[in-house]
């Protein structure tokens, strides 16, 4: 039979193939693009960001992601929606995010908050 994985995003439910997520498509762009993981930083707000985040160098979550995401992320944004992304990106021109705390994907996570 098919196998499926149910992830649970914001209140909703998602039904999807076992194994395809946020974070293998962005992993199969990335091996393409020939662009390690570590250097890449990624944004979520929901459930099914979690393992986006986990699969990069540097998770971040917006101020208004799930408190389970905003426990895992690295860095969690005063902004929410998209206040929080124009911070994260605003950071990186401006200090390239050199400040932050890293991981190698797949690490246990650390948190710094804004």
């Known amino acids: ?3 499926l994985q149910v ?4 209140g909703a439910v998602m039904v999807l193939p076992s194994g395809v997520n946020k974070a ?4 199969t762009a990335l091996e393409e693009l020939r662009i ?3 250097q890449v930083v990624a944004v979520g707000d929901a459930e099914n ?3 986006l985040l986990d699969a990069v160098g540097l998770g971040v979550a917006v ?3 799930v408190p ?3 426990a895992h992320a690295q860095w969690v944004t005063r902004g929410d929606h998209g206040r929080g992304v124009i911070e994260l990106i605003t950071r990186l021109l401006e200090t390239d995010l050199a400040d932050l705390p890293r991981r190698a994907p797949g690490a246990a996570s650390v ?3 804004a």
């Open 1 to 3: 039979g098919l196998e």
């Open 7 to 10: 992830i649970f995003n914001k």
């Open 24 to 27: 293998t498509g962005l992993l």
């Open 36 to 38: 390690p993981p570590y």
């Open 49 to 51: 960001d979690h393992a």
């Open 63 to 65: 101020a208004n992601s």
């Open 68 to 70: 389970m995401l905003q």
């Open 111 to 113: 948190t710094a908050r």
